[in-house]
């Protein structure tokens, strides 16, 4: 085993992989960010937040929007604008979140585990009918 690391080495640690992907929907390439740890538990809830009440079904919209970065590494999204960028082409948003996933250490199997581990939330009936 190595040096023990400080805090000031993990937290200056550049531990956030990108990757530029090319997106034939829209027309060019784009760099996609993993998620934070605190993106990750955001995303992991809003699977139970969805299951409660489907009118929250922006959960691609808003990772993808999170995630998407210049080549500062700056997001292209505000939270205010992730809606717009819901209402692009499913597909498109589903390569992008395909690689957020990876980067963020989330194969399937991690979804589905997250999406169990809130599955004991109460149910919301839809109103509608």
Request: charged share 30%; proline share 2%; aromatic share 4%.
């Amino acid at each position: 085993m190595g040096e023990l690391l400080s805090k000031d080495a993990i937290l200056g640690a550049d531990d956030l992989p990108t990757e530029d992907v090319e997106v034939k929907a829209w027309g060019g390439t784009v760099r996609v960010r993993g998620l934070t740890g605190t993106e990750r538990d955001r995303f992991e809830f809003s699977l139970a937040a969805v299951k409660n009440d489907p009118s929250k079904a922006e959960v691609r919209a808003q990772v993808v929007g999170r995630c998407l970065v210049d080549a500062e590494g700056e997001r292209l999204f505000t939270d205010k604008e992730i809606s717009r960028l819901g209402a692009k082409s499913g597909a498109a948003l589903d390569v992008v979140f395909d690689v957020v996933r990876r980067l963020s250490g989330m194969g399937d199997q991690a979804v589905d585990q997250a999406a169990e581990d809130f599955g004991d939330a109460p149910n919301v009936d839809s109103s509608s009918g």
